[in-house]
């Protein structure tokens, strides 16, 4: 397999994979949504005339109803999924590999080698995910405390909303903080990938690349991550549009049309956001 | 008083032992009195004393009272609940006012304002002059109550509600539970009290009485929230009395809607209270239990407050004079026709003012709350027409509305005569959740029932609450739309939704029709009394029809406009305007516990064929084969349909064809069982018992319907999906 070029590292250039990863991700939400839509509708909303329609209905009554009659099994299921929802996320380690060798290897892949080269960089890939879940949680924690510290210190000299305001002010500044590790630990990715690099020296070259050229990965995180924000206001304004609480089966297949199409559209942005990683801490750039 | 202001902590109220064995006692009394008693017999009762400004309600004991005092529960079944009698308006005449029998009409001239009285009946004024003194968290005050024995009978003793000595330590009624009490879940953390140092009547000899109080409420040495003064002579019906006191009261740090928090104040049952004096001559009086409020005769008051210069004063009333005298600030307030009144005093209020429908509203907020205020508006320039047009018009020429700070929250949600104080953080209308519109509204309400229409809150708590939860769904409805609870882009709740929720999950544990101190827990009283009462009349409407429901509603409250019905009045009204079966449902869901469930099951098709066998005709014997089809090819139906419980509405069952026409048939639900068949040209694939979800009070509404195959739940599962490949993208790697 031979490394691509730095600039023909593109999103564009791997629908299939990009595809690929849609698709495990909709089979493991499959796996977990299958069992929360059974608890949800166990009260009986399957006996409905128009089956689960009227719980869209406007004002919610059915809805409320379906949560009261199944808050038992939802209850049950909301736990085990919780669980569920972190191993499946952790499981997604390995169509990330699969992304990234895909983006930074040239020509046809071949499904074996590409495979093999994703498995061998799970490793060093766990090892920058696991620094990067130590690291949000330090800034998680770190940003909680300031919010009360300086809430506490705001009581009394500041009205309540300005008192608030001053609070969220370091759980911004934590927000920020859990999305540059998360800019960090996509390019160490992105460098354990390209470079065959350990988890450690991933980690390096990641900073190196940011203190290098900051400007230009934040241009390259932030654009995909704006797209993605828009992409799913707009599949939710498109599917309000769609009324499917009324009864015609069409309304279903449009609306899970337009959702799996915001799917899809997220994870080729997470594609053009990690192509640029690949570029970023490419050898090259060096 | 808004459920909701309290708190989501305030659910698991649990009763302690000593405060259970009070409430289980209460309970059995209660149990065995609720029901509407028929009167026996031949027994009479002779009607109230007319007050001058309208004829006073019928009934010298109109209900079958919940029992009130200490000795209340030994009373004997049927005691007090006196024969309901009263003059029909329409007709002059006498007649029972009893289930089954036709009620005392309120008719017509109360569907408008124009029988509304102008005013109460003075029976317990108040003249207080009170200074707060902020750094020891006291008011002394002086009060002179001119008081008149509206009974029939002479009076040799009175009782006096000290409702802050709730607060005084651990072992009050109102505080001895282990687990917490009262409405806001909170115990006191800085203890409060109410110290009567002398009590005079002037007509009477002007000797200090006070010695010779007991010293504690009636039957519990714990409590002195209920205090019995003996007279030294009896003072006979119609005559006037003017009591005069001193007294000092500490507040608690805010605990059930009074006390302190920093330098804000909110003076709710603040001072000495005559208990309501009933036509029978016996006081009204009850210890202060958690889950209780109050109830209180109609006077007028005139209240001096003397507070330091820098604070800001809400009241009761109209101020009618405001001085500054070098760092204390004294205002003054007047108020006719009202049974309380309470204050608030913070140096950080900001303020708003504006007339809507005639009335001055002032809005005190916390800096930082514009937005919240704006709401506040909004929600009362909606409110106070609508209520005006339906329950008649507020005559009060003032409104004031108050937001507590957020460090005084548990001062928030609650109503006083013109007074009330809402509550919710600064950012509330960002979250899409309706709280603060829904806490004003519901407070602004109970202007109507409980302040207007003063029903014993301490005895049948869902004449207020109930009432006027449904009122505040009403309103909220009618302003806000389907999502008056929330309002989210692709999802809307209702009140409705939520209301109905709890209201079918508690309606097998306990009649709605209890004295607050009869529920087994606050959580059970808030899920009946609110959202039950609610739901109930909910179900009226959509059942029976909204504007039968409101009517009933309109007259019962303009016609007991400043006075002190009870429930048999209100179901009287629902009867005259709704009709008996209405009526009937009613007294079975507040009284008896009523519930409903209505089942389709066993669906079925066949083909229709024609008979087969052997048949003797004209023509003489024929034998026929079984099966031939008719053309064109028709198809038989049929389901079964149960109604379970005591309550029996009308309801329309819809039968699906699977080609999706639907047939609509009738079924009065008066029968426990029916079937329903069908013949059409396609097969049956589902049917549906109340399509259009009328019967609020159903206990399970997804057993209404049945099918001949399930459906799958595609737009759950659809939605589910998209939701954890969200949640997937946002924690995977």
Known sequence: MTPRARAAMLARRRPGVILFVWLFRALSAWLLAEPLTTALVSGGARQLPHGDAALFESGGLLLVEAVRLGQRALGRTLETSAWALLLFGALGLAPLALLLVALATEGKLRAAPTCARAVAHLPALAAVQGVGLLARALAAVAGALAAVAVASLASGRLDERAADLAALGPLALGAVAWLAVGVVVDLASAAAVRREASGRAALLVALRALRRRGFGVTVGWLMPALWSLAAILGGAIATGALHVEEPAGWRIAAVFAVHQAVVVALVALRAVWLAHALRATDPASD | ?733
């Open chain 2, 1 to 733: 008083m808004s459920r909701r202001a309290r708190g989501g902590a305030v659910l698991e109220l649990a009763l302690g032992l000593g405060t259970a064995a009070l409430g289980a006692a209460l309970l059995g009394a209660t149990a065995r009195r609720a029901l509407p008693a028929t009167p026996a017999a031949g027994s009479t009762a002779p009607p109230a004393a007319p007050s001058p400004a309208h004829p006073s309600p019928p009934l010298a004991r109109p209900e079958p009272e919940p029992a009130h005092g200490a000795s209340a529960p030994g009373l004997a079944e049927g005691e007090g609940a006196g024969p309901a009698r009263g003059p029909d308006e329409s007709s002059g005449e006498v007649q029972t006012l009893r289930p089954g029998a036709p009620p005392r009409t309120l008719g017509p001239r109360y569907d408008d304002d124009r029988a509304l009285p102008a005013r109460a009946e003075e029976v317990a004024s108040y003249e207080i002059d009170a200074r707060y003194d902020s750094s020891a968290r006291t008011i002394s005050a002086r009060s002179v109550i001119r008081f008149r024995n509206t009974s029939r009978e002479p009076l040799r003793e009175l009782y006096f509600h000290l409702y802050l000595n709730a607060f005084k330590n651990d072992r009050t009624l109102f505080l001895r539970s282990p687990f917490g009490a009262g409405r806001s879940g909170g115990k006191a953390t800085d203890f409060g009290y109410l110290d009567v140092e002398r009590l005079a009547v002037r007509e009477l000899g002007g000797d200090d009485l006070w010695p010779g109080a007991d010293p504690h409420s009636p039957g519990d040495a714990d409590d002195q929230t209920d205090i019995r003064v003996p007279l030294p002579a009896a003072v006979l019906p119609g005559q006037h009395i003017t009591i005069e006191l001193g007294w000092e009261a500490r507040l608690p740090l805010i605990v059930e809607r009074t006390g302190y928090a920093g330098s804000f104040v909110m003076a709710g049952q603040w001072f000495p209270k005559l208990a309501r004096l009933e036509p029978d001559g016996s006081f009204a009086h009850f210890a202060f239990h958690p889950q209780s409020e109050f109830y209180a005769d109609y006077g007028r008051y005139a209240v001096t407050l003397d507070v330091p210069a820098q604070m800001v004063v809400g009241a009761t009333g109209e101020r009618v004079a405001s001085t500054v005298k070098g760092e204390r600030r004294i205002d003054r307030f007047e108020a006719d026709s009202v049974h309380d009144f309470a204050w608030t005093a913070w140096d950080g209020f900001r303020e708003r003012s504006e007339t809507i429908d005639g009335v001055a509203v002032r809005l005190l907020y916390p800096p930082g709350h514009e937005r919240n205020a704006e709401r506040e508006l909004d929600a009362v320039r909606f409110a106070l027409p609508f209520f005006g047009r339906r329950f008649g018009r507020y005559p009060y020429p003032t409104l004031t509305v108050v937001h507590p700070p957020d460090y005084a929250r548990n001062a928030g949600g609650m109503e006083y005569p013109t007074l009330i104080t809402t509550g919710g953080p600064w950012y509330a209308s960002l979250l899409g959740v309706r709280a603060v519109e829904s806490v004003t509204i519901h407070e602004l309400g109970h202007q109507w029932f409980y302040g207007l229409i003063a029903t014993d809150e301490h005895a049948w708590p869902f004449l207020d609450e109930g009432l006027n939860t449904f009122a505040e769904g009403l309103a909220m409805r009618a302003h806000y739309g389907e999502g008056s609870l929330l309002s989210l882009p692709g999802a809307t709740i209702s009140g409705e939704a939520l209301r109905r929720s709890i209201a079918v999950a508690f309606g097998h544990d306990q009649p709605v029709a209890l004295p607050a101190s009869g529920f087994v827990s606050f959580q059970h009283m808030g899920a009946l009394v609110y959202a039950r009462t609610g739901t109930i009349l909910g179900t009226l409407a959509r059942v029976y029809g909204e504007e039968p429901v409101l009517r009933a509603l309109g007259r019962y409250a303009r016609r007991y406009r400043f006075e002190h019905p009870g429930p048999r009045h209100f179901v009287a009204a629902i009867r005259e305007a709704v009709g008996d079966e209405a009526a009937d449902n009613l007294e079975r869901a507040l009284f008896e516990r009523g519930t409903v469930n209505y089942v389709a099951r066993e669906l079925a098709s066949v083909p229709a064929r024609t008979p087969g066998g052997v048949f003797d005709g004209a023509s003489g014997r024929e034998v026929v084969s079984r099966g031939a089809t008719p053309s064109p090819a028709r198809t038989l139906g049929r389901v079964l349909v149960f109604r379970q419980g005591s309550l029996s509405f009308p309801v329309d069952v819809d039968l699906v064809a699977d080609d999706g026409s639907v047939v609509r048939r009738r079924w009065s639900g008066r029968e426990e069982w029916t079937h329903l068949d069908y013949e059409g040209p396609r097969p049956l694939a589902a049917a549906i018992v109340d399509p259009e979800r009328r019967v609020l009070l159903d206990d399970d509404w997804f057993d209404n319907a049945t099918r001949a195959r399930p459906a799958a739940p595609l737009r759950v599962l659809e939605r589910a999906l998209y939701g954890v490949e969200l949640a997937l993208g946002a924690l995977g790697p």
